[in-house]
Structures are given as C-alpha cells and as structure tokens.
C-alpha cells in the first residue's frame, strides 16, 4: 500500500503546484481568496469524515488553518462570497472527487486482506501463497480455506489426494514443488530467525538480512563452536595444524575463575581436553 500513498502524495502535490501556478499568474491583480480557501478545507473535510481518509483530513486541516488564521481578509474581496466562493467549492469537490475514486479503485493487496483473518476464533496460521491467502483451520480435520484474488473460495478438509476435489488436489501438488513459497502473515517477528520462518524476503549478505514489517532484521552470527560430542570421544586426532583458540575452565579455590584463552594445533586436541566447552578458528590473540 505504499506505493497507493506515494500516488496521493503526487497528485496532493500536483494540486500545491497548480495552485502556486495560478496564485503567480494572478498576482497583483486581486488579493488571495482566502474564504475560498477555508470552504474548500470544508468540503475536504465532509469527505474526509465520510471516508474515514487520513489524507482528505489532512488536506482539511491545512486549508481550514490557513483560511481561518486569515479571516480578516474575508471581506477585502468584494467577490469572496460571489464567485470565488462557488469556484472554490467546485474546485474543492471535484479534486476531492476525483481522489475518493482514486482511493477506492487501489486494489487492496493480498496481505492486507489476509491480515483481517489473524487471530479469529478456530484459526491457527494464515498464508499468503502466489494469488491466494490461506486460512488454516485449528480445529481436527479442518484443512484449511483458500481465497483467491479473483473472488472463488475453495475449502479443502484434511483428506487424502485420492480423496481431494480437483481445486484442492491442484493446490496440494503446487505445496510439493520446490518453487512453492507462502508467507506466514501472522507470525510475530522479532529477530532474523523469526522474520526468515515467516517467509519474509532474505537478504543473502555477509551477515544475512531480513525485512518484514519495515523493519530489517540482520543475522546474528557467532564465531565460537561448541565441542560436539564425536569430538570429546574421538580416540585419535589428526596431526594436521589448524590452530583454535579454546576457552579452557580453569580449576581454583575461590570463585569466580574466568577461563582462560589457549591455542591448540586443531578442535579435536581441543576437545578432547574435558575443560574445554568452546573455540573459535585461529590462534588466540
């Protein structure tokens, strides 16, 4: 929907040029109508109400302040409650019309529409998968309900594919491919690991990026490796030099005791050692 908004934005702005347009050509000739002004912010502000549209209010509000704010030149203009007075409501009404059709033929995105079934009674996760949101069911055997962006609704229970309409067979089939992605609308996203489960787009940097919601969520990686089990038990390591820096506990009489940093020519000498439970790749600094 951002892109909805930028489009208003534009022809908000393109109406402020026109107006600066027009405010030049006449200059010098009759003062600002600034009673025209505020009847516009009126009529913005009656479809602003009757929408329930921050951007007809917002636009009210601008032109009411500034008409009101000049109400002592109202009557400088012997035409202000003439002509200018029905131009500006004309003028008003028609750009206000022709954003309310604007904001009404915006196609509502899939998201938004799935986002209306989170948390209702009896459902458990909601997709939106290619041209259709799914809906599952929480309840035993409910499968789940699939809406289309062209209108149809198909359910499909929980039953074998012998068993499947052919709609939902059809869908079932899509599930196995490995190009068949959805994207868990509902899912809480807190961190990478949760925003990547969710089905949000990943970003494949050094480290991995994340973004759901506006917000990027960057991989936290580590560096230290926990000793594996194989590892403590391997009978015999290997002679070969890749040196670890092992964080080794340190036996003493009064706690606490940090452990301490020290090198070991590969991680199977370092694991092998009982008070090692970590290293990380390289010789310790």
């Known amino acids: 929907m951002a ?38 912010g009126v009529v913005w502000l009656i479809f602003g109400i009757a ?15 500034i ?28 750009v206000a019309f022709i954003l309310a059709i604007t904001l009404f033929n ?5 998201e938004s529409k799935a986002m209306q079934y989170c948390g209702k009674e009896n459902v458990a996760a909601v997709h939106v998968c290619s041209d259709y949101i799914e809906v599952v069911s929480s309840l035993l055997g409910g499968g789940s309900t699939y809406y289309r962006s062209d209108g149809t609704t198909i359910v499909c229970p929980v039953v074998g594919p012998d068993s499947m309409s052919p709609e939902c067979k059809a869908i079932y089939e899509a599930k196995l491919k ?14 990478f690991e949760s925003c990547a489960a969710a089905g949000n787009p990943v970003m494949e940097s050094y480290p991995r990026q994340c973004r759901a919601n506006g917000i990027t969520y960057t991989e936290i990686i580590s560096d230290v490796i926990e000793c594996l089990p194989e590892q403590r038990n391997a009978e015999v390591c290997t ?8 964080k080794v506990n340190i036996q003493c009489i009064r706690a606490p005791c940090n452990p301490i940093d020290e090198t070991f020519s590969n991680s199977c000498v ?14 310790c600094g």
């Not at 009101?68 to 009404?93: D, S, V």
């Not at 490995?178 to 961190?191: F, G």
């Not at 002679?239 to 092992?246: I, K, L, Q, R």
């Not at 370092?270 to 010789?283: K, Q």
Request: some cysteine; aromatic content about 12%.
């Open 106 to 110: 915006i196609p509502e995105s899939l």
């Open 3 to 40: 892109a909805d908004y930028w489009l208003l934005l534009a022809i908000g702005v393109l109406i402020a040029v026109l107006a600066v347009l027009a405010r030049w050509a006449t200059k010098g000739r009759q003062p600002t109508d600034y009673y025209s002004l505020f009847l516009g």
């Open 51 to 65: 929408m329930k549209s921050t951007i007809f209010l917002a636009g009210a509000v601008i032109l009411l302040i």
């Open 239 to 246: 002679a070969d030099y890749t040196p670890v820096c092992a």
């Open 178 to 191: 490995s190009s068949y992605y959805c994207k868990d609308i509902c899912a809480k996203v807190t961190d």
């Open 270 to 283: 370092a694991c092998r050692n009982p008070l090692v439970e970590s290293y990380r790749m390289g010789e």
């Open 67 to 94: 008409g009101f704010a000049h109400r002592k030149e109202w009557k400088k203009n012997p035409q202000a409650c003439g002509k200018n007075a029905t131009y500006a409501l004309a003028a008003g009404f028609i």
